[in-house]
């Protein structure tokens, strides 16, 4: 049973627009949430997070948004470039970054010229 | 963040062999975890690799199957005994840097069991 669910296996985006990917999990004991990118050959690379106490983080061109009663969280991508084409993994888990990271499948970011 | 190293990074193993996979990382870290992401599935946690004791196992991860080795803060290695083409992965180590709330991943290490 998927824990972290990331029901979008793959997404195509302009470049200049918005990239909005979500993210879904059933466990209500995660406390602390983050995403990977991923590039082929590579291991995932950290981009954002948020812990459970917050409904919102921004860093750059990257937020993630947190609802905690929808058990729902996204990463919005503005604007969005070619170089963000890569693999998005979205990771939860119950003891904050020390924790074991559940993570979701991925989904697959093209960002076309 | 975190540098990490990861040897190798790729092999092709017979089935019935065992591959040792090391990490490295430039600084010392309290936790170091060890995943595995097999073909078409999520990252999956094995173990934590504890320095000066045994590694804590995840359900459905054995020691017997998976040895690992953590003689100091910045260096690791995991073992895949008597490898199987189930056992064909990416297997990755992690750090953990609180005061910076993330795990760091490595390049990863391909396998291919024949």
């Known amino acids: 049973d998927q824990q972290v669910k990331q029901n979008s296996p793959s997404l195509s985006v302009q470049e200049g627009r918005i990239s909005i990917l979500n993210c879904d999990y059933t466990n209500s004991m995660f406390d602390y949430f983050l995403w990977y990118k991923k590039y082929p050959a590579e291991g995932p690379t950290f981009l954002i997070s948020?812990?459970?106490?917050?409904d919102k983080n921004e860093d750059g061109r990257f937020t993630v948004f947190l609802n905690k009663s929808a058990k729902h969280l996204s990463l919005h991508i503005v604007p969005s470039q070619p170089g963000d084409s890569a693999v998005y993994f979205c990771?939860?888990?119950?003891?904050?970054?020390?924790?074991?990271?559940?993570f979701g499948k991925g989904t697959k970011l093209s960002v076309k010229p | 963040s975190a540098v990490i190293s990861q040897k190798p990074s790729r092999d092709i193993c017979q089935r019935g062999t065992s591959l040792t996979i090391q990490c490295q990382v430039d600084s010392q870290v309290t936790m170091m975890f060890w995943y595995r992401q097999q073909p078409g599935q999520s990252l999956t946690l094995i173990a934590t690799a504890n320095q000066g004791s045994e590694a804590t196992y995840e359900s459905g991860f054995v020691i017997d199957k998976f040895p690992i080795s953590r003689p100091n803060l910045t260096f690791s290695t995991l073992t895949v005994s008597n490898m199987s083409p189930e056992d064909s992965s990416i297997y990755l180590c992690s750090v953990d840097r609180s005061a910076q709330e993330t795990q760091y991943f490595g390049p990863g290490t391909r396998l291919l069991v024949l």
């Open positions: 948020i812990s459970s106490i917050k």
């Open positions: 990771a939860a888990s119950t003891r904050g970054s020390q924790g074991n990271l559940i």
